[in-house]
Every structure is written in structure tokens, then in C-alpha cells.
């Protein structure tokens, strides 16, 4: 059995679909308010590079079954003493960090724990009115990542980082908005319309521009001679001003496949 089967059936999964170059995983295990086992930590890469693989996806919505995100890490796992667990998520969320496309966290209810380690590792957050987000760690004695650590000050800042790490207290939307943990809040049965909608603007964009953003916000520093062969060689521009003249929606071609080919 691979993994992609221990992660699916009826019990605790990560269930998928692609449609309209969309790709969204759904965190489900409803009996724990989505809390990720090891499996299902372990699966999440080797189901995140089948869909980078794949030509027709141009998006990642990462979200939970039901009216939760993620709890976390499933508790009973984290008696592991070797902490493989805790190794595997971090394994987990930078296989997400590293997606080639964009990734959106579509996050209603808990976003706790290991839920709020993915959710920082997309490139946007959405959440509903009435969320909470929270990084427990300080609550079980686990000592936090320094990956997890470092993504987390980079988008909040030191303090706000600090206060969630020292209490493990849970925040609403409010808070996590002003502190930059979240992108926007959507009104209670918004979220999945304007994920929908967002979702579908970013593929009609450049991959080109995106793939290089994407780099270039993330640190990169070394990729700027590379970047600029592809939108050379790409095409994308002149069609971009050309379709911006003419009134009409641009035909980009450039694909991330052109970049691991040159």
C-alpha cells in the first residue's frame, strides 16, 4: 500500500481534485477536527509533487473538510520519542512552501498547531469570519521548529510571533488580519466563492510573472540573470502589450516546464 492509499479511504485522508488548472486538497478527518496524522503528514509530499508535476495545474487551494482548517498534529501521534511526527511536518510544510504555482490557505474554524504551520507555508490566507488561529507548541512542551519559527516571524513579525509561540493562545480574524497572518476575512458562507474567484484570476495571469515573484519574494537572490533569459525568450510580454492594446484577454505560454527545461 503507498502512501497516497494510507492517506485516502475513510478514515483520516487528504482528498483532492483538479479542475480549470485549480488543484485543491482537503485535509479530512472530521473526528478530530482535521488533525493531520503522520500518514497523512508523510503523504502530503508525495501528493504535492504529483500535482507540481502536473501541466494542467496552475493553482494549490489547500482547506479542511467541514467548518474546520486543521487542529493540528493528531495528539497521540506526538508520543513518537524519536519525534518523527514533528520531522515529517516540516518535511510537509516545505514541500508546500516550495509549490512552483501559487498556494492559497482557504481556512474556516481552527487553524491551530500544524494547521496554522501549513497555513503560513502558502503564499495567501483567506478565512471566514469567526476563525482562530493559534501555535500551541508552548501548551505540550514541544519546542517549535526553527523552519516553522523563521516563516512565522517573516509574516507577522517578531512580536506577534512571540506572543503565539509564549502563549499558545488562540486569536480571531481581527487580529490575525491587522497582524498580517491572514490576507483577507470573507463574511460567514464568502470564503469559497471568493477563493473560487481569486483562484480563477490567477490563472489567467503570467505564469512567468508569477513563478518569478514567487522567487524573488521568497529570498531568492540568485536567479535574476535566469529570470530575465526566460521572459526574453518567452514571449509573454510583447503578447501581454499587445492583448492589453487590442482589448483582449493575453494568451500567455510560458509554462514552469520551459524553466526546468532551459
Known sequence: MDLRERAAGSGPRL?????????????????????MTADMWEALPVLLEELADDPGVRVLVLTGAGDTFCAGADISSLRDPAGRPQALAVRAEEALAAFPGPTLAAVRGHCVGGGSQLAAACDLRFAEEGASFGVTPAK????????????????VGPATAKFLLFSGELIGTERALRTGLVDEVLPRGGLAERVRGFARVLTSRAQLTQAAAKEFADGRTDRDAHWSRQARGSGDTAEGVAAFLERRDPRFTWTAGDASSA
Not at 505540550?140 to 509574516?155: F, K, M, Q
Open 15 to 35: 482528498e483532492h481534485t483538479v479542475a480549470d488548472g485549480v488543484a485543491t486538497v482537503v485535509i479530512s478527518n472530521p473526528a478530530k477536527r482535521n488533525a
Open 140 to 155: 505540550l512542551g514541544i519546542v517549535y521548529p526553527a523552519s516553522s519559527t523563521r516563516r512565522l516571524v517573516a509574516l
